[in-house]
């Protein structure tokens, strides 16, 4: 395993602390925080089709930056945030962002705000995602521990009742998502969307002539089974 100190392009704890208490500030109700964009980051890392800053960046950031220092700033960490998440699957360092809720009991890490973000990236690529998910059991198979999860935190819907994961179930979960990321990875370079798929995407995203009369988008979870 490698040590945090040489993961390629990571940021350090004081880097994350400063981008954590710059989203904390500048974000609202239903907004990622830190956990959540790793989270929405690793899901393009690991998906289909490559989604440049332009279309990410508005999932993240939410109101004018102060002055031009600051932005700067902000979008350099954001910019290694994102190019470390691939280093680190690279060279199987990678670990989850996760946020910690106060329970009777003390502190308790929490994969909610982590898994909202995820869906968020796979939303970015619905079209591709859902078709394939659909298509290839292997893929659901392979996302398996991470939907369980998001199931778990009520990120996502499913098609029948689950019961609730016990702790050890929950951190057994969590232990595997570096493992999925991984070979979610591996299985889009193995079979890449098509050009079929892509076309389909391309008319699912073109914009109705009034957007206003367009139903709000709603994450679907009729794909988790």
């Known amino acids: 395993m490698t040590a945090k100190t040489e993961w390629p392009s990571s940021l350090d704890d004081n880097e994350l602390d400063e981008l954590d208490r710059y989203l904390r500030a500048h974000t609202g109700e239903g907004d990622l925080l830190l956990d959540g964009v790793h989270g929405l980051l690793s899901a393009l890392a690991v998906g289909p089709l490559l989604v440049l800053p332009d279309e ?47 329970l009777e009991t003390g502190p308790m890490l929490s994969a909610a705000g982590w898994c909202e973000g995820f869906s968020r990236g796979i939303d970015l690529r619905a079209a591709l995602w859902e078709n394939r998910l659909a298509e290839d059991p292997q893929l659901m198979e392979l996302l398996g521990p991470v939907m369980a999860l998001a199931v778990d935190e009520g990120i996502l819907s499913a098609d029948t009742e689950f019961e609730k ?12 998502v570096p493992a ?6 591996q299985y889009w370079q193995a079979k890449p969307a098509t050009e079929a798929e892509v076309e389909t995407m391309v008319l699912q995203q073109r914009p109705d ?11 679907s979870g009729h794909w988790v089974h």
Request: net charge negative; glycine share 4%; hydrophobic share 35%.
């Open 56 to 102: 990410w960046l508005p999932e993240v950031l939410h109101e004018p930056f102060a002055d031009e220092s600051e932005g700067n700033r902000v979008l350099a960490l954001l910019a290694k945030l994102n190019d470390s998440i691939s280093a680190e699957l690279d060279v199987e360092a990678y670990e989850p962002i996760l946020g910690e809720v106060e």
């Open 165 to 176: 994961l016990s702790d050890d179930e929950y951190d057994e979960c969590l232990s595997q």
């Open 180 to 185: 999925v990321l991984g070979a979610v990875n």
């Open 209 to 219: 002539k009034d957007d206003d009369d367009a139903p709000p988008r709603q994450r």
